[in-house]
């Protein structure tokens, strides 16, 4: 049948309304998906592809914009601050969907600041005011834009960095209206690099911290206190862009990030990072320092623009009170950090124990931070290795499962990281493992 033809077998769009009517969609969304159908049906036809069935075409579409596009899934790769699965995952926050106190001081009656809720919190943490933004790319320019605005801004050569998706430091230096003075080469800068650097011009002295690479060998970089001491000695302001960030230490578990407290301790005066990886808590940008600096970049016009909402703040507020208390295990990223490889082996052990006959062992591993966040360091872990002929076919599936599974695969083997599995989402990783294709069922497994 020549296209002509097969092109005049579509049916109208009418025709469909009418048919789909009952479905209880509004016709203005159902006639809009009609219409859609049927210009792709129109394209795959000219394309010599088969008549297309554009009644189900059309629920199928609607039902896909009925369902929730994001996702809750069960992350198996033991990257703890995975990108692309949201990083931290977050504790279980209190009710902040209603109305709440979000700008109103109830001790007063009047009318108060959203920052005062994580300002106090973080106020203690660090002994320093300090105020939060939507992401860290908000914290950098809105810092640089107000304390460095039409003026020079000096920084060492080898913390040109680009953190991801093309977000470079020169480039939101530029969107930001400061000028790039660089100091030193790409892999050696002295303090007297920046001292030569200066000028009448100059208004901040930055530090970037390479969150996401190392540069190794013949290096040199000065000490945050060298440029500290170097800016109070010319009276500018110091900043250091933290990137990931960190509140708690580390050390003890193979983790060595600078501190926040520590930049501050070194006589940095104004210190941002990110709410997201190792604070462990949502996407946010943390700005802390200086009362008078801070009131400043607090007054920029900017700040409304970049300022979180209600269930970031409160989902802040939640994640900077446990810090405060030290109540490390109620965040799940720290929480995940501090498990030994041990706890993860008997974990793994015992969700093979009850899949007997599964075509599995646990092996070592390593898990990462992930993030953008120490890229040299990893952690200790025990691994569930599948080997099975359709590797890439099981992470499909795995893929496909409700909540979705996502692992990894190397040498021809699927792994499973218990590290990033939450203990209560066992018994269905466990139910999805027993269904898998050549898999028999076992009376113990969870359906």
């Known amino acids: 049948m020549e296209i002509a033809s097969r092109l005049r077998l579509l049916p109208s769009v009418d025709e469909v309304a009418l048919r789909l009517a009952g479905l209880g969609y509004p016709r203005r969304l159902l006639i809009a998906e009609i219409r859609r159908a049927l ?20 629920i ?34 209190p009710p902040s969907g209603g109305y709440s106190n979000l700008e109103y001081d109830l001790a007063s009656g009047r009318r108060g600041h959203r920052d005062a809720h994580c300002g106090a919190l973080l106020e203690r943490i660090l002994g320093k005011p300090a105020i939060a933004v939507n992401n860290n790319a908000a914290a950098v320019y809105l810092v640089l834009q107000e304390l460095a605005g ?78 500290a001491a170097l800016g109070r000695e010319r009276g500018i302001p110091v900043y250091e862009d933290l990137g990931s960030g960190c509140l708690a230490d580390l050390t003890a578990y193979g983790i060595d990030e600078p501190l926040a407290q ?5 006589g940095v005066n104004v210190v941002s990072f990110s709410g997201d990886k190792l604070l462990g808590g949502p996407q946010a940008g943390i700005i802390a320092g200086d009362a008078p ?25 939640d994640t900077l009170r446990h810090i405060l208390f030290e109540e490390w295990d109620a965040l799940p990223a720290l929480r995940m950090i501090r498990l030994t490889p041990e706890e993860i082996r008997a974990r ?100």
């Not at 210009?39 to 059309?58: P, T, W, Y």
């Not at 914009?65 to 990108?83: P, Q, Y």
């Not at 520590?262 to 070194?266: C, K, L, M, T, V």
Request: aromatic content about 4%; charged content about 25%; proline content about 6%.
């Open 60 to 93: 199928r579409s609607l039902s896909a914009l009925r369902a929730a596009s994001l996702r809750r899934v069960i992350n198996a790769t033991g990257v703890i601050l995975h990108t692309n699965l949201g990083r931290a995952p977050l504790s279980p926050t």
């Open 262 to 266: 520590q930049s501050i301790a070194a």
């Open 348 to 447: 793994a052990e015992a969700l093979l124990d009850a899949l007997p006959g599964f075509p599995a062992q646990v092996v070592p591993g390593r898990s990462v931070i992930g993030g953008g966040s120490t890229p040299e360091q990893s952690l200790p872990t025990w691994h569930i290795a599948i080997a099975v002929p359709n590797a890439r076919e099981w992470e499909r599936l795995l893929r496909a499962a409700e909540p979705p599974i996502i692992a990894m695969i190397a040498k021809d083997r699927l792994l499973l990281d218990l590290r990033t599995v939450f203990p209560e989402e066992e018994s269905r990783l466990l139910a999805v493992l027993g269904s898998m294709p050549g898999i028999e069922s076992s009376e113990g497994l969870c359906r």
């Open 293 to 317: 600096l801070i009131q400043r970049i607090r007054r920029n016009p900017m700040f409304r623009a970049f300022r979180p909402g209600k269930l970031i703040i409160a989902s802040l507020e």
């Open 39 to 58: 210009a792709e049906a129109r394209e795959q036809l000219r394309g010599g592809a088969e008549n297309a069935d554009i009644d189900s075409e059309v």
């Open 150 to 227: 039409g003026a020079e801004v000096v920084i060492s050569r080898g913390q040109l960095i680009e953190i991801g998706e093309g977000f470079r430091v020169p480039d939101i230096m530029r969107s930001a209206g400061v000028e790039l003075k660089e100091a030193g080469t790409t892999n050696r800068t002295h303090i007297d690099d920046f001292r030569r650097a200066i000028s009448d011009r100059t208004r901040l002295l930055l530090i970037v911290h390479p969150s996401n690479f190392r540069i190794e060998g013949y290096t040199a970089q000065p000490s945050r206190e060298e440029i």
